[in-house]
């Protein structure tokens, strides 16, 4: 089973290629010797390909050492953690022969200014921050008029003189797209609110949500990420703002405590 995150994935997850049936079940199918070569087999093959993989290859390129293996079309899977993913990539292949329709329901999942990936991480910077306490999670997604353009603008958290938008890095090549049209979005909101705040000191400031680089992708995407990263330094330090960095939800809470 090949394995590699959707571009709209919250989940960082590292492309590869697994041997999904155990080989107690290949022994009971085809016997000591024959379930056992059976299973070497498999496994030298998800080796071979989870290399080609972890190179930067897509699935959509990948192909296998021996004869008799083909690549069938792509589905999507949902879960947790690769184990998860899995089991659920075994099921949909039995149950879909498209995966158009869960992709279309992954991808509603994700809103006009957030990708699904920082959507996930404000929800989690929001309930260590603001835990039970009403008026600070009132500062998080805050909409902000600006009277002279006519403009309404949200800003993902929004305390005093402090205005703070958080973005992703991609995981993917595939979600390199979206993740950069996320960050000009909120970068372009910063820009239109101090525009129009009349000459008030407001002092801006990109979170940037960096987990890929500390999680086991592969070296191709962890340059990708790299890249945007550079990218948001140039950008910030053009537009006037300040940059701060997170490997996790829980590590940020304790910069926007500083905030507070």
Same mark, same amino acid.
């Given at each position: 089973?090949?394995?590699?995150?959707?571009?709209?994935?919250?989940?960082?997850? +590292?492309?590869?290629?697994?041997?999904?049936?155990?080989?107690?079940?290949?022994?009971?199918?085809? !016997?000591?010797?024959?379930?056992?070569?059976?299973?070497?087999?498999?496994?030298?093959? +998800?080796?071979?390909?989870?290399? =080609?993989?972890?190179? @930067?290859?897509? %699935?959509?390129?990948? *192909? +296998?050492?021996?004869? @008799?293996?083909? %690549?069938?079309?792509?589905?999507?899977?949902? @879960?947790?953690?690769?184990?998860?993913?899995?089991?659920?990539?075994v099921r949909t292949v039995s149950a879909f022969g498209s995966a158009d329709d869960l992709v279309e329901e992954e991808e509603s999942l994700e809103t006009p200014r957030n990708t699904i990936r920082t959507a996930e991480f404000l929800r989690t910077l929001k309930r260590c921050v603001a835990g039970e306490d009403r008026d600070i999670a009132a500062r998080f997604e805050k909409k902000l008029s600006v009277p002279a353009q006519h403009l309404d603008v949200t800003v993902d958290y929004a305390y005093k003189q402090w205005m703070l938008q958080v973005t992703s890095l991609p995981a993917t090549h595939r979600q390199a797209m979206?993740?950069? =049209?996320?960050?000009?979005?909120?970068l372009y909101e910063i820009d239109k609110l101090? =525009? !129009?705040? *009349? !000459?008030?000191? %407001?002092?801006? %400031?990109?979170?940037?949500?960096? *987990?890929?680089?500390?999680?086991?992708?592969?070296? +191709?995407a962890k340059a990708q990420a790299t890249i945007m990263l550079e990218r948001m330094h140039q950008l910030s330090k053009a537009d006037g703002l300040q940059l701060l960095t997170a490997a996790n939800a829980y590590e940020a809470a304790t910069l926007v405590a500083a905030f507070s």
């Open positions: 089973m090949c394995l590699e995150p959707h571009e709209t994935s919250s989940l960082v997850v +590292a492309s590869g290629t697994y041997a999904v049936l155990p080989p107690e079940r290949l022994r009971a199918m085809l !016997g000591r010797q024959r379930g056992n070569a059976s299973y070497n087999v498999l496994r030298e093959v +998800a080796g071979y390909m989870s290399e =080609r993989q972890m190179a @930067g290859m897509p %699935i959509a390129e990948l *192909d +296998a050492p021996f004869k @008799g293996f083909v %690549i069938g079309p792509p589905s999507m899977a949902r @879960g947790y953690n690769v184990e998860q993913l899995l089991n659920a990539a979206h993740a950069q =049209r996320e960050a000009q979005s909120k101090r =525009r !129009g705040m *009349d !000459g008030n000191a %407001i002092e801006p %400031i990109l979170l940037v949500n960096e *987990d890929v680089l500390f999680s086991s992708l592969n070296e +191709a």
